[in-house]
């Protein structure tokens, strides 16, 4: 009797051992459903780069010529869900009989070349690896494939091809937010580059993150801390931020909040007039020229229809605005 008890002891603590475990897993899990995770682990800080100031001053030097040489390059072909990137629920796209599919899209970036800043790029297209060897591209297995990157993505002009042509050094990154299909290329950009983006986009936390932050953690490796360009809310102009980046009023950073807390749009005065780089605050043609924002992707509804409200308003007044949306022109 005496050593059946024994026995029975370290099987009870074992027992209440593996209960407590159990426990344990389950708030953690739950904790992840409630609050999700940030976007990414890697560090950030206050962006030293530029200043915040009115943006109603930027109006003043849209039609002086620009310094900044502008090149868009669509890096891949894609096709993801109509939902995501229109609001098929809107009057206008009922009415149009707009419904879910594959909608064709492109992933870009844009390179900016300042006579005396050098060369930086807004957004970062795809990465090498995910042409040559997509095993080893930070976006791969099953994320990948939930994404249909194989299935539907063909690569155009990856970000490392495109740099190896270039003869001067990278001098930085603007990200309009820190989607993966804005960060894919990322893998491809030299080892501490600076990188700068909206306020909370690296903390952001919601239940996706949970699947995607590894990913983001992989292409944002090696790289400076994310800095966040330190807006001033602006109650009276077009935006509800504006960030001289330069000191020149050359290219501007307008935050456009909504699609993600951060999210950025860039207004550059090029040598061929004014660009607006809308980022996803509209992804799609169509949505932008019929006033129909962005749908299911958006993580803020509200406040992205309001940023979308502002950027058109803001392209309706200034014509001479070229406009160019996150992922079709």
Not at 285 to 293: K, L, P, T
Not at 294 to 314: M, Y
């Amino acid at each position: 009797m005496h050593q059946r008890i024994a026995t029975l002891a370290p099987m009870k603590n074992a027992k209440r051992l593996l209960l407590a475990a159990v426990a344990v897993l389950v708030v953690a899990a739950t904790t992840l459903v409630l609050v999700g995770a940030a976007t990414t682990s890697h560090p950030h800080q206050r962006s030293t780069l530029g200043v915040a100031r009115p943006s109603t001053e930027l109006l003043a030097l849209l039609n002086e010529p620009g310094p900044v040489e502008l090149e868009s390059i669509a890096s891949a072909d894609w096709a993801v869900d109509r939902g995501g990137l229109v609001n098929l629920g809107h009057p206008t796209a009922k009415s149009a009989g707009l419904v879910d599919g594959d909608e064709p899209i492109q992933v870009f970036f844009h390179a900016l070349r300042h006579p005396t800043k050098g060369l930086y790029i807004v957004d970062t297209g795809v990465e090498d690896a995910l042409r040559d060897a997509p095993e080893q591209a930070a976006l791969s297995g099953l994320l990948a494939d939930a994404m249909k990157v194989k299935e539907k993505m063909q690569v155009k002009e990856p970000l490392g091809a495109w740099l190896a042509k270039e003869s001067g050094p990278l001098a930085g990154v603007f990200l309009t937010h820190l989607h993966l299909d804005h960060l894919t290329g990322m893998a491809d950009v030299p080892a501490g580059t600076p990188v700068y983006s909206g306020p909370g986009e690296t903390t952001t936390r919601a239940f996706l993150n949970v699947l995607t932050r590894s990913v983001a953690d992989r292409a944002l490796s090696g790289k400076a801390a994310v800095s966040e360009w330190t807006y001033t809310p602006d109650t009276d102009g077009p935006f509800e931020g504006a960030v001289d980046i330069f000191g020149d009023g050359s290219v501007w950073a307008l935050w456009v909040p909504g699609h993600t807390p951060g999210s950025t749009a860039y207004l550059v005065r090029s040598t061929k007039g004014p660009v607006l780089l809308v980022g996803d605050a509209s992804h799609t043609r169509w949505g932008w020229e019929h006033d129909v924002e962005p749908g299911t992707f958006t993580a803020d509804a509200a406040r992205g229809r309001q940023s979308f409200e502002k950027l058109r308003a803001f392209a309706q007044a200034h014509p001479e605005v070229a406009v160019r949306l996150g992922h079709q022109h």
